[in-house]
């Protein structure tokens, strides 16, 4: 009796080393020698049929290792046995790990917790010299998504590890010499949400927007013995209106410091803060005094041309005398010259057009100021010349140039003024005296008809009618111009009608089972990307899950959703008789669809 005891109590420590033998964990290190300069990637992988409450690992505190980010993945593997399918799972944690000093390092053992245990991955040893070792991961800057921050207490201590640096190339300037001003983000934590909430103010000076970030694009930066990750949000180019110390005002952004994540290690909660750079002072120094009495306040370096449309003008039709101005500096500053012309030409408005370049760390363009003339007689005349006057910062002086004047010859015109025809542009516009035509009236005298009283009831009656019928038509073409008009609300508004004629266009499974499982997913995504207002071209179900939740859709919809995918991923390859299964499945599709349809009305 007591050896059968000890028999069952060993089947049935066997039976649970068993179960438990049904997941395991390993781990590796890309590399086992790196440079101080490089980075190391630790890679988790678990795998079993059942994980449940699995954690995420977590990389501890260390004076060896600096913590870069971490990204994570899973994949699922189906295998159809008979009617029933099974499933394992494989989860792939990755670690960014940076090196802190030279030397044999140790990547600890990390704790793995899952189905109520807990294993460990083995150690590693690393060796780190100086410099950076071919053959691996140079080091850069981690993911905007993926630092590693710590965990804030106060705000005092977000401040220190979060803040907007202001910085200018110069701390002293001339009356209109540009200076740059550049706005850096530093954080040492994961962000979202950031916006600008206060404008720069630039008082006394005149502000060029050179750079706003569209998208947030880290670099990583060491201050202190600190790493951040920054991010340049703006870039200005300033000119100083007139001397004296000037201050200025820096952004204000709003975001939110990310500090709980889940266990896919996606952030869901954080704290909102506004962070704000230091004001900065700079000395504008006034131009020297002897400056000639047409100088305008352009300070750079700049040319001027002048140049003649047609080449052969002719009287009475119009010409133009163009005035072009290039350079580097203040372009802004530059006006229309003050010209005279010959008596008898008219002139007429001043076209000014141009092109100001800000891709360089210095501001440039060109300014086009075209005079059209209209010459009213034949002969020799000559066009004024036009000056320019700047301060030159290399010379440290002003400087004047010219262009012009300019012989014309203006030959015959073909018509003279003459028979209330005038040529005022270079355009023709006629002015024609007497176009005025009357109206032949076929009756003497016009008379007032008489309604019949029935008449009047009809038209009291018809008139509801006649007003709904109206409406009627009024919203059915404003709806079918919308739905023509905006592309994105004809997609939302058909997006289930599309998706069902989609599915009844599946083929046969028997015919085409690959292209049965790829029509019916493409149904699913594009429904949801057209309800989303998403491109159907690149729509993942993983990375619109978060989106359909905001739309409180289930998440048991959403995970029935996602094993659909699964599944009909499974099916292309899937050996045997897959008919049954594709009805289920195709049945499955539109019974999900129209459950996240009702969802989003």
Known sequence: MVRLRQICICLLLFAVAAAMADWSVSASVDREKIGLDDNLTLTITVSGDELSGLKKPVFPESDEWAFMGSSQSSSTNFQLIGTKMSRSITYTFRFTL??????????????????????????????????????????????????????????????????????TDKTEAMVGEQINVTFTLYTRYNLSNISLSKDAVFDGFWADELYMAKQLDYQRRTVNGKVYNTVVIAKFGIFGLNAGEKTIEPMQLKC???????????????????????????????????????????????????????????????????????????????????????????????????????????????????????????????????????????????VTKTAGPIDITVGQGKREQAGGVQLISRGEVFRVGEDIRYIAPD?????????????????????????????????????????????????????????????????????????????????????????????????????????????????????????????????????????AASRELLDKAKMLITRVDKAFK
């Open 443 to 579: 009756a003497k005298r016009l008379q007032m008809g008489t309604l019949s009283s029935g008449g009047i009831v009809r038209f009291w009656y018809l008139l509801p009618i006649e007003l709904m019928f109206v409406l009627i038509i009024f919203f059915i073409r404003r709806r079918q111009d919308k739905l023509s008009s905006d592309i994105g609300y004809a997609r939302y508004t058909r997006a289930l009608r599309r998706a069902m004629a989609e599915l009844r266009d599946a083929p046969a499974v028997t015919d085409d089972s690959e292209g049965f499982a790829g029509v019916v997913q493409d149904a699913v995504l594009h429904y949801l990307a057209d309800r989303l207002g998403l491109p159907r071209e690149s729509v993942v179900f993983t990375d619109i899950r978060d989106r359909l939740t905001e739309r409180r859709i289930k998440d048991e919809t959403l995970d029935q959703i996602e094993e659909l995918l699964e599944q009909l991923s499974f099916l292309r390859f899937a050996p045997g008789d897959k008919e």
């Open 98 to 167: 940076a090196p802190q000093k030279k030397g044999t390092l140790t990547v600890p053992k990390l704790p793995i917790e899952a189905n109520g245990e807990t294993r460990h991955t083995q150690s590693f040893q690393v060796t780190v010299v100086e410099g950076s070792v071919g053959g691996g991961q140079a080091r850069a800057a981690p993911a905007p998504n993926q630092p590693a921050p710590p965990q804030p207490a106060s705000e005092s201590d977000i401040g220190e590890d979060l803040f907007l640096s202001v910085h």
């Open 256 to 398: 939110t410091v990310l500090t709980q994540r889940d266990f896919w290690g996606i952030f869901r909660g954080g704290k909102t803060v506004n962070v704000t750079g230091r004001p900065v002072k700079i000395n504008i120094k006034p131009l020297p005094s002897n400056a000639p009495d047409d100088f305008d306040g352009l300070v750079g370096d700049f040319s001027i041309t002048a140049e003649v449309k047609p080449d052969d003008p002719k009287s009475n039709e119009a010409m133009s005398y163009i005035i072009l101005y290039s350079g580097t500096g203040n372009i802004h500053n530059l006006q229309a010259p003050k010209l005279e012309f010959p008596p008898s030409f008219e002139k007429y408005d001043v076209q000014e057009s141009g092109n100001i370049n800000k891709e360089g760390a210095r501001i440039s363009g060109n300014k086009r100021f075209e005079f059209v003339l209209v010459p009213r007689t034949a002969g020799e005349f000559q066009l004024p010349k036009a000056r320019l006057v700047y301060y030159d910062l290399k010379s440290k002086k002003y």
